[in-house]
């Protein structure tokens, strides 16, 4: 499958997620303090709550609902109630517009 333009880098709000849907899957975007760009699932894995819905702090996105945290970089919760990870997605920056490929998923350890 190939990339697709989600954004531009210039319109992502700084510590503030965006739902996206690449080919049909929903993803939270978020452009973190330092300016790196995250792409991780959208959708919580302790209910069917959009993560895009809550609160960036720090590398993390937290669930509104229960509050679990999910990390930016690896995708998994910090903390309970939820307890299986989220998929984290490859994202690529060119000419200054966000792409992703919802096929091609990090490799996280
Ligand atoms: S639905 Fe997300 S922590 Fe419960």
New binding site residues.
């Given amino acids: 499958m190939a990339a697709e333009r989600v954004a531009a880098v210039a319109e992502l709000v700084e510590n503030q997620a965006t739902r996206v849907v690449v080919n049909g899957v929903p993803i939270a975007l978020v452009k973190d303090s330092a300016g790196d760009i995250h792409a991780i699932g959208d959708t919580?894995t302790?209910?069917e709550?959009s993560l895009s819905e809550g609160f960036v702090e720090d590398e993390t996105l937290e669930?509104w609902?229960?509050?679990?945290q999910f990390s930016l970089v690896t995708g998994k919760p910090l903390n309970l109630?939820?307890y299986e990870p989220v998929p984290v997605f490859a994202v690529e920056i060119i000419d200054g517009d966000v792409f992703i490929d919802s096929s091609v998923t990090k490799e996280i350890n």
Avoid at 65 to 68: D, E, Q, R
């Fill in positions: 919580c302790h209910g709550i669930c609902a229960h509050g679990s109630p939820a």
